[in-house]
């Protein structure tokens, strides 16, 4: 399974997103706001779903921001952490 | 001033509504479930009460429920059913106040948000599980979602947490506090229960269970043929373990007036302490509904203070042992006001001759109906029912 299919799996799972499928989540579509709806409390589970399921802490708040854009910027953002 | 019970909102292993309930009461039986609950030789079958919340999507979206365990969504579909029960959905959310009674909590997302807390500290700990994993997360839900914005409290008082919590929310509407109240009782089984209730109270396993049992008979052939565990809950076996763990929620709507015409009666009394004689209503006028639930330590207290001038009922092997189930008595005694009979014990339950039992259905005639309660520390809860 890849970055890419494992985290959309794992915003499923763990933020509970009724009635979405993987395929349905865009790659480049934005996670908050428009797109897939996130909310702030969400931004909260995403720090705590990269640390826990892919050794990555987010400590930043600015980078942050621009690693919780879409699935392509939070996969870029982990593959560059991981390494 | 008399308290009137409206609209009642119920759910439990015999499924969702009033409806269901009424069958169970009716047929004398309820489908049990089977859990899975580790143990030191592997995974073990054991016969549980478990509640379907999918109704819930009658009323609510499926995107707003997102954030809600499985604990605060039995109360909110409670809540939703009362409301509709009572014909009042469209209700007054500004003089509507919310009692809830619970035992255990949310225990399933207690459990989930310690397990993170242990492997990884706070920062592997969900930030939603952590505010779900309190007692009145499910007041605070049913708040938010319904709209409510009267006084909101939650009573945990393990085993008396129903006539505690009823205490407060008659004393509501006594002082004119809100126009109606909103009460309920809510547990829910979790795999740290089940461990513990085998490891406590002996085992249950080998049997190869079929999901869905509505027949006692067939229920004990499943139950119990490689295992010598429990296959019903025998209320009236007062020095027997027999109980087996239930999960629910039965809210009702109380006002100080009657206006849907569910005639689901009044509240005569409501009291809990830790007094050794206790104040009974007089057995001659009386039928009495005993929580007694298949836990031995609770059932010597039965054994001790049930006379036999006392007419007792018990209907707890419809929805199993947790320890707000003293809700259901409740309902179980405002449905039978308002059909005008007790209901007939559930089938296959053991009746020793030193005890007056109500097997078969019989009219109230006037009769009032009194749920007693028996903690295995001393304590006590007493709720009568009677008609307006």
């Not at chain 2, 007419?311 to 008595?329: E, H, I, K, R």
């Amino acid at each position: 399974m890849t970055i890419k299919e494992k985290l959309k799996k794992l915003l499923i799972e763990e933020l509970n997103l009724e009635d979405v499928t993987p395929e349905e989540i865009e790659d480049d579509a934005p996670l908050f706001g428009e797109g897939l709806g996130l909310d702030s409390l969400d931004a909260v589970e995403l720090v705590v779903l990269l640390e826990k399921h892919f050794g990555v802490e987010v400590k930043d708040l600015d980078e942050g921001r621009s690693a919780f854009q879409s699935i392509n910027t939070l996969v870029a953002y982990i593959e560059e952490r991981s390494t | 001033m008399e308290i009137f019970v409206e609209g009642i909102g119920i759910i439990g292993g015999f499924g969702a509504g009033v409806e269901g309930f009424s069958a169970a009461l009716l047929n004398g039986k309820s489908p049990v479930q089977s859990v899975f609950v580790e143990s030191e030789d592997g995974q073990k079958q054991m016969p549980a009460f478990l509640a379907d919340t999918a109704r819930l999507d009658e009323f609510v979206p499926k995107k707003a429920l997102r954030r809600i365990d499985h604990y605060a969504k039995m109360a909110l579909l409670g809540s939703y059913l009362a409301l509709e029960d009572a014909h009042m959905l469209d209700i007054d959310r500004k003089s509507l106040g919310i009692v809830i009674a619970s035992g255990y909590g949310a225990s399933n997302t207690t459990f989930a948000f310690l397990d993170t807390f242990i492997e990884g500290s706070d920062t592997h700990s969900s930030p939603t599980h952590f505010a779900n994993s309190v007692h009145n997360a499910a007041a605070a839900h049913v708040s938010i979602i319904i709209g409510i914005t009267g006084p909101c409290l939650t009573v945990s008082q393990f085993d008396m947490s129903v006539p505690s919590a009823l205490i407060t929310a008659v004393n509501w509407l006594r002082e004119e506090r809100v126009e109606r109240v909103l009460f309920g009782a809510v547990d829910e089984y979790c795999d740290v229960l089940g461990y513990c209730w085998r490891r406590f109270f002996g085992e249950n396993d080998g049997a190869l269970v079929k999901p869905f049992i509505f027949d006692v008979l067939q229920r004990k052939e499943q139950f119990s043929k490689k295992s010598h565990g429990v296959t019903q809950i025998e209320p009236f076996l007062f020095d027997q373990q027999t109980s087996i763990p239930g999960e629910g929620a039965a809210f009702f709507l109380l006002s100080r007036k009657e206006d849907s015409g569910k005639k689901y009666g009044s509240i005569k009394g409501v009291d809990t302490g830790y007094r050794s004689r206790l104040a009974l209503p007089d057995p001659e006028h009386t039928f009495f509904i005993l929580g007694a639930d298949g836990s031995r330590d609770c059932g010597q207290r039965y054994g001790q203070q049930v006379k036999k001038e006392m007419n007792v009922s018990s209907y707890t092997p419809l929805y199993g042992g947790f320890p707000t189930n003293m809700a259901f008595d409740m309902a179980t005694a405002c449905l039978s006001i308002k059909e005008g009979k007790m209901y007939a014990l559930p089938t296959e339950i053991s009746c020793p001759p030193s005890l007056t039992i109500e097997t078969a259905e019989k009219k109230l005639e006037g009769s009032q109906i009194c749920c007693l309660k028996l903690g295995a520390q001393g304590d006590s809860g007493i709720i009568t029912i009677g008609h307006p």
